[in-house]
């Protein structure tokens, strides 16, 4: 095994990207980074049904939009010939054997053993099979699927988040290894492409812990350096429900889409559901230096939007205009300034938040008039241009003097008629925006 550590996230092309495998890809590239190794990007798409290009696609784009890029990709439906060669490997070294019950027989075989109350374990029945009864049952039609024969041993190692971690071969199935179209399932691929690109380090979801028991024992039959292994618990929603049902909304795409920058993701998914506190990180490479396993918590992580927005919503309001120009010509707004980033940026969480401030200053806009005292002296005494420093000041102790209102009973009545809310900017810096002509209009209760 070479000295500089080597992963691979290792996705299905069977859907998009959503906040908990994105989670996974985090870790795995944040570890990676932190010590000088590399990643495999890994399409495991032996599943012809589910799988699409489009997908895969997707993925690839998405893992680039977070500043993921692997240092190289691998997709299994390329190793198909290799697979085989491993298949006949095993039988050779007699680790695989033919099995021909069919999805029927071993449903009833598993209902009979709950019924006595005993682990779904596979009997075995098929390694003692006699040559004749195999000729029997391919005279049948049918073919066989394969079984890896797990040594009869307890499986142990140190997982990097769980501890030391023992599960014995006694209580698990052998595992198929190979499907009666001769195609190769999950553990088969996954291990020989471990072995093959001399994987390091496999950090994945602890819903494979139970897998890792039976990839180790693979391992060791391929003849195989076992990597070590790191179960990170899964992410649930912010009231700890799991995340299948919303994986629509919590895509990676839906959440670009949303308006949220990558950063933001970045550093919720890097620290959520670990020792330290959810904070904004300055780049990938911060949060890499920071990384380390013994951080991340045996609990489950939640993922909180609310969280989301805020580390958003910071991010905005930090943004210089340099940086939020570009973003800003991306989303089709042309012809703003600095100035007007400045005003808004306080009152932003999300990208299309921009679009309301965008229409107060450059669109007509329906202004609400509550107190029409205030709005139409406000009018009489809107200044001449040029504005300046001291203009806004001016005219509004000239509308307190003509009106007699003060505080909220000054600024509600203006906020309204100029912008037809009750919330946003500071006035001062959104008046130079709306200009004179608009807010005259909107003063005087017109659509402007
Ligand atoms: N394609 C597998 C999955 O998405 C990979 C699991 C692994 O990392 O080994 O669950």
Redesign the pocket.
Known sequence: MSERPHVRF???PTGHLHVGNLRLAVINWLFARSCGGRVLLRL?DTDQERSTAAFAEAIVRDLAWLGLVADHQARQSDRLARYREATAQLIAADRLYPCYETPEELERMRRRLKARGRPPVYDRAALGLTADARTAFEAEGRRPHWRFRLDDRTFAWHDLVRGPVEIAARDLSDPVLVRADGRPL?TLS?VVDDADFAISH?I?GED?VTNTAVQIDLFDALGAPVPTFAHVPLMTDAAGQGLSKRLGSLSVGALRTRGIERLALASLLARVGTSEAIALAPSLAALAADFAFDKISRAPARFDEAGLDRLNARLLHEMPWSEAEPRLTALGYTGLDAAFWETVQPNLVRWPDVEAWWRIAAAPVAPVIVDPEVTTAAAARLPEPPWGDDTWDAWIAAVRAATDRRGKALFRPLRLALTGRDDGPELRKLLPLIGRARAADRLAGRTA
């Open positions: 290792a996705p299905s495991d999950y996954s496999v994945r494979h």
